[in-house]
């Protein structure tokens, strides 16, 4: 046996740095190479933890060998007490050992769970590149919310018209098998498989630091609900991720909550990014954002309020100030753009 606390306790940038990843002010390019410019690896050195934005994945020191050398639990743990001269055997205190055969079991659930929602993006990028925008989808946007053509074209804005056909199309290209997986198909009350959208949407891609798209979420069009539609068992993404390879360093970057409200931000001139739901901001995202001034533009009501409170107290962890902006007179800020004609 292993004592895992004890494990779990080693400094996570030495755990790092043993296996061979050059870490810089606790960031560092993925150990799967799919950074090209900005590196999507950072190091909570404070809570002992890691995680990458571009693969959507992090934990302790024990995971990150597990992740880079490809091994199994048991053998990461060996490697780390190996590596840093740690016996193992029984802890002095029984609470912080455990079966390890039971561990693993645990841990294959959960391996096999995260399998069968993993995301494709190729299979993402084939599905926005098959879709266009449709006249009631255009008018919606250019219509009713005041955008214009070029932000439409900047976000790679499409649509779904015709949900039976799309689903049709992306049996016979990828199959259902692929398309569960990823989160476009679901298993209905009927135990059959279905699209995810069953109506008309106004599809909204979701570019990553590589300008790949990672996630997609559908936005019904009029008033049907829900209004947005995610990923079947996908985690969410943080939406125009990619701004970060726009902008320099002090410049400001707001968050916004949802995103309408980034596509306002850009044709009001602002660089932003979305976070979907009140709830939904990682502590540990606020890594990727330290070199940059933040202003958090909040919903006008009570769920904006904490969503606006969580994201300031992530940064606060750190040691670093946000402004929080406050609009007047408006729900949100693509009310407050289209009231001005912005």
């Known amino acids: 046996m292993y004592n895992l606390e004890e494990l779990k306790s080693i400094l996570v940038v030495e755990v790092a740095e043993r296996l061979g990843i050059k ?8 150990f799967n190479n799919h950074d ?25 020191p024990i995971q990150l060998v597990q992740k880079v050398l490809r091994i199994n639990f048991v053998d990461a743990c060996h490697w780390l007490s190996k590596e840093f001269s740690i016996t193992s055997g029984y802890s002095k205190d029984r609470s912080l050992t455990f079966n390890m055969n039971q561990f693993i079991q645990g841990h294959k659930s959960i391996s096999e769970k995260i399998d069968r929602a993993n995301p494709h993006i190729e299979v993402y990028e084939w599905l926005v590149n098959y879709c266009t925008l449709d006249t009631n989808a255009y008018k919606y946007l250019v219509k009713d919310r005041k ?8 976000f790679n804005v499409k649509s779904i018209e015709n949900p039976t056909q799309v689903f049709h199309k992306a049996k016979s290209v990828w199959g259902i098998d ?27 891609p979701f570019y990553n630091l590589d300008n790949r798209i990672e996630y997609l979420q559908g936005r019904q069009i009029g008033d049907r609900e829900p209004r947005y539609i ?72 009570k769920g904006g309020n904490e969503f606006a409170i969580n994201v300031q107290n992530a940064f606060r962890k750190i040691g670093k100030p946000v402004q929080i902006i406050k609009l007047k007179d408006a729900k949100d800020l693509t009310e407050y753009r289209v009231r001005r004609c912005v």
Request: glycine share 8%; aromatic share 14%.
């Open 23 to 30: 870490v810089t002010k606790n960031k560092a390019m993925c």
């Open 36 to 60: 090209k410019k900005t590196p999507s690896l950072s190091f909570n050195t404070k809570e002992n933890y890691w995680y990458c934005f571009g693969c959507n994945e992090g934990g302790n």
């Open 147 to 154: 955008f214009n053509k070029e932000v439409i074209m900047h």
């Open 178 to 204: 692929r398309l569960l997986k990823c989160g476009l198909a679901k298993i209905s009350d009927r135990d059959t498989p279905v699209f995810i959208w069953t109506s008309p949407v106004i599809l909204f």
């Open 230 to 301: 995610n990923l079947n068992g996908i985690r969410t993404h943080i939406y125009s991720i990619n701004v970060l390879n726009q902008i320099g360093k002090n410049d400001f970057l707001y968050i916004c909550e949802g995103i309408t409200d980034v596509l306002s931000a850009y044709q009001m001139g602002i660089k932003a990014i979305g976070i979907l739901g009140a709830n939904n901001f990682k502590d540990e995202w606020v890594y990727y954002f330290t070199n940059y001034r933040i202003r958090i533009i909040p919903d006008s009501d």
